[in-house]
């Protein structure tokens, strides 16, 4: 069994960064794309970004684009977060893809961390 832990969640005001990073206890495949959900208070869990394994192809929510900034190296996955608003507030979950490509949908992914709170107050 796969676990993928996440971190670097927190409170932080409108206007500002954090960086959230996801570690695996091990490598799921040799070809993994990465993703980033999120689930605010009362609503349904949404897509927030993707990348291929390569790290080469990247897809972004229409919300989050041109803030956010998807990565990896060989060791983590991070979601880099600027210009925060608060509704931008949820529980932010990492996800592994059990296909090597980018996707939005959740169906795609079959190894979930248990998620950090992100808060942004206005």
């Known amino acids: 069994q796969v676990q993928l832990v996440e971190s670097g969640g927190g409170l932080v005001q409108a206007g500002g960064s954090l960086r959230l990073s996801c570690t695996a206890s091990r490598r799921t495949s040799s070809n993994n794309g990465m993703g980033w959900f999120r689930q605010a208070p009362g609503k349904e869990r949404e897509f927030v970004a993707a990348?291929?394994?390569?790290?080469?192809n990247t897809v972004y929510a229409d919300s989050v684009k041109g803030r956010f900034t998807i990565s990896r190296d060989m060791n983590a996955v991070y979601l880099q977060m600027n210009s925060l608003k608060p509704e931008d507030t949820a529980v932010y979950y990492c996800a592994s893809n059990r296909y090597s490509s980018t996707s939005s949908s959740s169906r795609d992914y079959n190894y979930w961390g248990q998620g950090t709170q992100v808060t942004v107050s206005s």
């Open positions: 990348l291929s394994w390569r790290g080469d």
